[in-house]
Nanobody, 120 residues
Framework: QVRLVESGGGLVQPGGSLRLSCTAS????????MGWYRQAPGKQREVVAT???????NYADSVKGRFTISRDNTKKTVYLQMNSLKPEDTAVYYC??????????????WGQGTQVTVSS
C-alpha cells in the first residue's frame, strides 16, 4: 500500500481559506488516482474531491466552486485548496489513493487525517 501523509489543517474563520497537502511514498505517484474524503463528528465519511492520474477532477456538490483539487507529480503531492469555508466544512480530512471501477472511485490507501475547524 501507499503511505500518505497529510498536512495543512487548522482553525480558520468562516469565509477563510486553507490548503491541505498530501505527500505519497513510492516512485510511481504519477499513475495514482487520488482523492480527499472528510468525516464530521457523528457523520459518515464522504468524498470531497478526486483527481485521476491524467488530471481529471470531480467534486462533491457541497464544495463545487469553493474547493480545488490539484496534484504535482514531481513532488508526489496532491493538494486541496479550500476557499469560502463554512462551519459545515469542519471535519477530519483524509487523503487517499485508489482506483476506478465502473467510473466510480474506490479509495484503497488512507492517510492519518488532518483536522479542519471552521469557527469564529
Amino acid at each position: 500500500q501507499v503511505r500518505l501523509v497529510e498536512s495543512g489543517g487548522g482553525l480558520v474563520q468562516p469565509g477563510g481559506s486553507l490548503r491541505l497537502s498530501c505527500t505519497a511514498s513510492g516512485s510511481i505517484f504519477s499513475i495514482y488516482h487520488m482523492g480527499w474524503y472528510r468525516q464530521a463528528p457523528g457523520k459518515q465519511r464522504e468524498v470531497v474531491a478526486t483527481i485521476t492520474n491524467n488530471g481529471s477532477t470531480n467534486y462533491a456538490d457541497s464544495v463545487k466552486g469553493r474547493f480545488t483539487i490539484s496534484r504535482d507529480n514531481t513532488k508526489k503531492t496532491v493538494y486541496l485548496q479550500m476557499n469560502s469555508l463554512k462551519p459545515e466544512d469542519t471535519a477530519v480530512y483524509y487523503c487517499n489513493e485508489g482506483g476506478y471501477y465502473s467510473r466510480t472511485y474506490y479509495p484503497v490507501s488512507w492517510g492519518q487525517g488532518t483536522q479542519v475547524t471552521v469557527s469564529s
